[in-house]
């Protein structure tokens, strides 16, 4: 049963059940799996340099997470980069980033549901995509589990990320350091980055690539209305997380760059040419399964991990898969929350508190992004790659710019974390931090979105249809309901936040917030707290 | 071809920065600093702790303790405080301190041996004494003292046709003079009965 305002009782909202764990996890559970999809593609393209292509991206991808560590503590509520959008710079971008970030997550979905399937088809050949339609029955088959078990709510979806998260960190330090004890040289990684440099194309391709590893921060910032003591635990958790997938993913592209592989022989082309680790992994049989194929390549080590690695990744692209039918139902909850969906999207199943519509409704924009991508046979992997890289990089966009305009606008919220490098400077007679680095971050994810346009054919093309299409319905459900299109719609954004700091369990912030916006003006000291969560 | 087993020593330092790295961030994520709530919540913790971190339970011939035992049991598990269950025996004048008490040295005996029976069954460590004094009173006020207990847990019953205070004047004496907190518990006579035979035909 669902509902939408309860008569006379408070409706039912998202339970606080997330864990330092489950929020580090949730962020995991998206990115983790990512460089199991990307390291083949990125050696492939970037070729010598991809290990510069992961640190280029790396980088625009901490500026990201920085970003995200600040503004998802100062406003812990569930909507992520669109709602800090929507606060920074009203409302029709606030859609726009939202509906960006929906595009990605339901890609999420869909891209990970089929290469768990592909990673599985390792041990069972019949479940390869060459099979056409076996292999899209089990990923429909996934994909339905998995919103099954979101709709039944959030704590035993959170349990499958803990458990799986650190099995794979687990196995991914084994790879790791056990791949660079015993067959790393540095000689070797300095030779193949001189003798295999890519041409700018290449690089500018596998940077655009690269930054398909790092999506997936948003996920942490979905779950912070469900997260204990948001704003203390989410730096933590965010800054845990972008350090940990960076040491990851630096390490992977330089170890495969200086590699000697446990068994040579086995690396050859078709014409029966011997090759180098990056380019074996870079062959296009071989980019959906790397990470597994590395494994394998390690001294006795690999005799094991040949047979559990894949189906380790097939487990963590299941759980990537699964945070990306929960982060689409959090962004569509917190849109309808502000009406910039129907209200239906706001709906909290009340047995299981979970916005259930909203996990039903984007879980089938997944399938039919799935059958578009299986129409395209060869190319549909990378018609979800393509498109994935587009959301991430528009919506990451929108919130550098939403960061600098809060760090203006809303000075008082307090924030747990700041983006390091602010320059004090003043406007219109207000002094307030700008925030340098998003002006960096910023230039960085453009870039990555123009890399995409100039790079990616398909990507140019449905990405910015995606969003068209948005914007229309956007238009039609605002007129519909006599909502200012063009112009945001009136929010009492302090009242809000004292509200939700209370919620939060973050005491001592909230009063120092309330002190602040009294002192400024901005808040009768008349009102209680009580007051303004019943008014709420 | 098969190559053999070499480790570079940028390769090994690499493998060790990796590992520590990681290891170190995680740690660090998992050990988030406590709020000023969480924080008096341990001190009140502790402070519980404390507060029974010796529990005495203590049987006598005038006193009826048995149906106090789980509740002893009970408090000491959620507060991982120890138990002491003490028989007391009180020595006639006529007779030396030490002297034999046949049949009240055997009813303590069953009574210590069915508490240890069921806090085993708990799985909680009980110790047991029985002591024998002139004055049962100021003995209990001793071993309170002795064990720095910060527990006395007593029973008593409501004898049938009672009209009066039901506790007696041993008890009125510890609740006066105990160097910690009393509970004493009172039950119908029948009841306390009941669940002492219960207790003795488990042991049995």
Redo the contacts between chains.
């Keep these: 049963m669902l509902s939408k305002k309860a008569e006379g009782a408070p409706p039912p909202t998202l339970r606080r059940a997330v864990t330092?764990?489950g929020s580090?996890s949730w962020g995991y559970a998206d990115v983790g799996a990512d460089i199991y999809a990307a390291l083949g593609l990125v050696v492939g393209a970037a070729a010598g340099a991809a290990n510069v292509a992961f640190a280029f991206a790396g980088l625009v991808y901490v500026l990201v997470g920085l970003a995200y560590t600040e503004l998802a503590s100062a406003f812990p509520v569930a909507g992520g980069g669109q709602f800090f959008v929507l606060r920074g710079l009203g409302d029709i971008w606030g859609f726009v980033a939202g509906w960006a970030v929906l595009l990605d997550f339901t890609i999420d979905i869909a891209l990970f549901a089929w290469t768990m399937i592909g990673y599985l088809s390792n041990l069972v050949p019949f479940l390869a995509s060459s099979n056409t339609i076996p292999h899209f029955i089990f990923v429909l088959l996934v994909v339905a589990g998995l919103t099954a078990l979101n709709v039944v709510g959030v704590r035993e979806s959170s349990r499958l990320n803990e458990v799986v998260g650190a099995i794979d960190?687990a196995n991914e330090?084994a790879i790791?350091?056990?791949a660079?004890?015993?067959?790393?040289?540095?000689n070797l990684l300095i030779h193949t980055m001189e003798t295999h440099w890519p041409t700018t194309f290449e690089l500018l391709n596998g940077v655009s690539l690269a930054i398909i590893s790092f999506v997936g921060i948003e996920s942490i910032s979905q779950a912070a209305q469900e997260t204990e003591?948001p704003a203390?635990?989410i730096p933590?958790?965010s800054?845990?997380l972008i350090?940990?997938i960076l040491?990851?993913a630096l390490?992977y592209s330089?170890?495969v760059l200086g590699m000697?592989?446990?068994?040579?022989?086995m690396m050859l082309d078709a014409h029966g040419h011997q090759l180098q680790m990056f380019q074996w992994l870079g062959l296009p049989a071989n980019q959906d399964h790397a990470v597994a194929l590395l494994a394998s390549q390690i001294?006795?080590y690999g005799v094991v991990a040949a047979l559990y690695v894949p189906l380790v990744g097939a487990v963590l692209m299941l759980i990537s898969s699964n945070s990306g039918v929960y982060g689409a139902s959090r962004i569509a909850y917190s849109m309808a929350t502000y009406h910039l969906l129907p209200s239906t999207f706001a709906a909290v199943a009340k047995r299981f508190r979970t916005p259930a519509i909203s996990i039903l409704v984007f879980s089938g924009v997944a399938v039919v992004e799935l059958i578009f991508a299986a129409v395209q046979g060869d190319q549909g992997l990378a018609f979800l790659g393509d498109l994935y890289a587009f959301g991430a990089a528009t919506s990451y966009s929108l919130v550098f710019i939403a960061l600098i305009a809060l760090r203006y606008k809303d000075p008082h919220s307090p924030r747990t974390y700041h983006m390091p490098l602010g320059i004090p400077i003043t406007t219109n007679g207000r002094r307030w931090s700008f925030p340098l680095l998003a002006v960096l971050g910023f230039m960085g994810t453009f870039s990555i979105l123009v890399f995409a346009f100039m790079t990616h054919p398909i990507g140019r093309i449905a990405g910015p249809s995606w969003v068209l299409a948005g914007l229309i319905f956007y238009v039609l459900y605002r007129r519909l309901h006599g909502q200012p299109v063009l112009r945001s719609r009136r929010h009492d954004w302090v009242r809000d936040q004292v509200v939700v700091l209370r919620e939060a369990?973050e005491?001592?912030l909230m009063d120092k917030y309330v002190t602040d916006v009294q002192a400024a003006g901005l808040l009768d000291k008349n009102v209680s707290v009580t007051t303004m969560e019943r008014e709420k | 071809?098969?190559?053999t087993?070499?480790?570079?020593p940028?390769?090994?330092v690499?493998?060790?920065a990796?590992?520590i790295?990681?290891v170190t961030?995680?740690w660090?994520?998992?050990h988030?600093?406590k709020?000023?709530?969480e924080e008096a919540a341990e001190v009140i913790e502790e402070r519980a702790e404390e507060l029974v971190s010796t529990t005495v339970l203590v049987m006598s011939e005038d006193t009826s303790s048995e149906h106090m035992l789980p509740f002893a049991l009970k408090a000491a598990v959620k507060q991982r405080a120890s138990v002491l269950a003490v028989y007391v025996i009180e020595v006639p004048m006529q007779l030396p301190v030490n002297a034999a008490m046949g049949d009240q040295e055997r009813r303590a005996l069953e009574a210590l041996a069915a508490a240890q029976a069921v806090a085993k069954k708990v799985g909680v460590e009980i110790r047991t004494e029985t002591v024998k004094t002139r004055n049962t009173g100021q003995a209990i006020v001793a071993i309170a003292r002795r064990e720095r207990a910060h527990l006395l847990v007593l029973g008593t019953v409501r004898r049938a046709h009672f009209s009066g205070n039901p506790f007696s004047g041993l008890i009125e004496y510890v609740s006066a003079h105990a160097p910690c907190d009393v509970v004493v518990g009172v039950r119908p006579e029948g009841e306390a009965t009941k669940m002492l035979e219960s207790l003795k035909e488990g042991l049995g």
């Design positions: 330092p764990w580090y960190i330090l790791l350091c056990l660079a004890l015993f067959t790393f040289d540095p003591r203390s635990i933590r958790t800054i845990s350090l940990t040491i990851f390490s330089n170890i000697h592989p446990w068994h040579p022989q001294p006795y369990g005491l001592e | 071809m098969t190559l087993l070499s480790i570079h940028a390769g090994a690499l493998a060790v990796i590992f790295s990681t961030t995680l660090w994520m998992l988030p600093p709020t000023k709530a």
